[in-house]
């Protein structure tokens, strides 16, 4: 099993930056990809960004490209995503996600983390 914590939401405002964290624990080597998703009120769960556990390889969903960046602290098991220039549009409960292969699909996902919630005032 993985266990996944995600945490540092908030209240923002537009064009202002916030930085959630990821910490996994237990059997990550099963997994490949830790990834983040948000839900909006009324919408479905989408993709936002996503890394290999060695960094390697990255994908960001075009809505967020150049605002947001993730990053690993390998030596902690913990997963960044540094959010740039916040629109309100970013809104939403933002999950952590782990599970194989490199992949944006939802049905890769193995561990979920429970969620932070992420506002953003105009």
């Known amino acids: 099993q993985v266990q996944l914590v995600d945490s540092g939401g908030g209240l923002a405002q537009a064009g202002s930056s916030l930085r959630l964290s990821c910490a996994a624990s237990?059997?990550?080597?099963?997994?490949?990809?830790i990834s983040w998703f948000r839900q909006a009120p009324g919408k479905e769960r989408e993709f936002v960004a996503q890394?290999?556990?060695?960094?390697?390889?990255?994908n960001y969903a075009d809505s967020v490209k150049g605002r947001f960046d993730i990053s690993i602290e390998n030596g902690k098991n913990t997963m960044y995503l540094q959010m740039k220039n916040l629109k309100p549009e970013d809104t939403a409960l933002y999950y952590c996600?782990?599970?194989?292969?490199?992949?944006?699909?939802?049905?890769?996902?193995?561990?979920w983390g429970q969620g932070t919630q992420v506002t953003v005032s105009s």
């Open positions: 996600a782990a599970g194989s292969p490199l992949s944006r699909e939802e049905r890769h996902v193995q561990y």
């Open positions: 237990g059997r990550t080597w099963r997994t490949t990809v």
């Open positions: 890394t290999t556990w060695n960094g390697d390889h990255s």
